[in-house]
């Protein structure tokens, strides 16, 4: 997700992804996922992450290729910032995701965080759209997006961030309105889940509930029992506690948010974590 401190100072101090997605792969690997994970970060100044977008080796074809909407992606062109447009975020994203393919031959899941699901949607649409930039969805091979508080629609605090991805994230910003228009609501064969939250009235603070649920998702599930803060979702460790009432359950294209049944795996991270399992 978006991290203020992405500026490229050098000092290794946005998301450190192997603390940021600890809570995340442990839940995985406790309801018996055994594949292959990997964290992605998509800030030069990230650190500990198994794939880091700002390698030259995630361009277009492998090849160091930063060629597309160069001026997308300003200040220097090896460095990704929170000034990098999320359209070129995408592009680096999409071809990690294609070489993950490539080289291990099993259909992709992804779990997003915040902008993260905006940047995820914007390379399946790309891809879906033919962009010639991009990897086709043959060679992507995502089959389910599962995202935390991801702002769909836009949110308002964007507006304060005076970076380039904030002002995108706002709800009547350029990118947003074609992130959102008939031409990119694709997302190939991907089943997409949508998780929010209701914490503070709206949403999780920066993001709210509506703009977290996806029109297009197959699922949104909005927390209340326990209602999570924006980036608390993949830190709850509970796998095994049932609790009645947790969240709002919603198949947007078919009804309104109605009470969800107590389950097994209740925390957020583990009812991901058990969508993935079942291949949901």
Not at 113 to 132: C, F, K, P, T, Y
Not at 158 to 173: E, L, P, R
Not at 205 to 229: E, H, K, V
Request: net charge positive; with cysteine.
């Amino acid at each position: 997700g978006y991290n203020s401190n992405a500026n490229s100072s050098g000092q290794n101090d946005a998301w450190n992804c192997a603390t940021t997605w600890a809570t995340q792969t442990t839940v995985l690997r406790a309801v018996g996922i055994t594949g292959r994970v990997r964290t992605v970060g998509y800030y030069s100044d990230n650190s500990n992450c198994d794939v880091n977008l700002a390698s030259s080796v995630y361009t277009k074809n492998y090849a160091g290729d930063f060629g597309v909407l160069r001026q997308e992606a300003p200040r220097n062109i090896a460095l990704l910032t929170n000034d990098t447009s999320m359209v070129h975020v995408a592009y680096r994203f999409a071809w990690a995701a294609a070489r993950e393919y490539r080289d291990n031959g099993r259909p992709i899941r992804v779990i997003a965080d915040s902008l993260g699901g905006l940047v995820v949607r914007q390379a399946i649409a790309r891809a879906s759209n033919g962009d010639s930039d991009f990897p086709t969805l043959a060679q992507l091979q995502i089959v389910g997006v599962y995202t935390y508080g991801a702002p769909y629609y836009g949110t308002i605090a964007g507006a304060f961030s005076f970076t380039n991805q904030g002002i995108q994230a706002v709800g009547d910003s350029n990118f947003m309105r074609n992130l959102n228009s008939a031409a990119n609501t694709r997302v190939g064969s991907a089943v997409w889940h949508s998780v929010t939250s209701e914490a503070f009235n709206f949403g999780d603070r920066f993001i709210s509930s509506d703009s977290a649920c996806w029109l297009r998702s197959n699922a949104c599930y909005r927390y209340r029992n326990p209602a999570y803060s924006h980036g608390a979702y993949l830190n709850d460790s509970n796998t095994t506690v049932t609790i009645a009432n947790a969240y709002l359950f919603r198949r947007p294209a078919t009804q309104s948010w109605a009470q969800g049944s107590a389950i097994r795996d209740i925390g957020a991270a583990g009812l991901v974590a058990g969508l993935i399992r079942t291949g949901q």
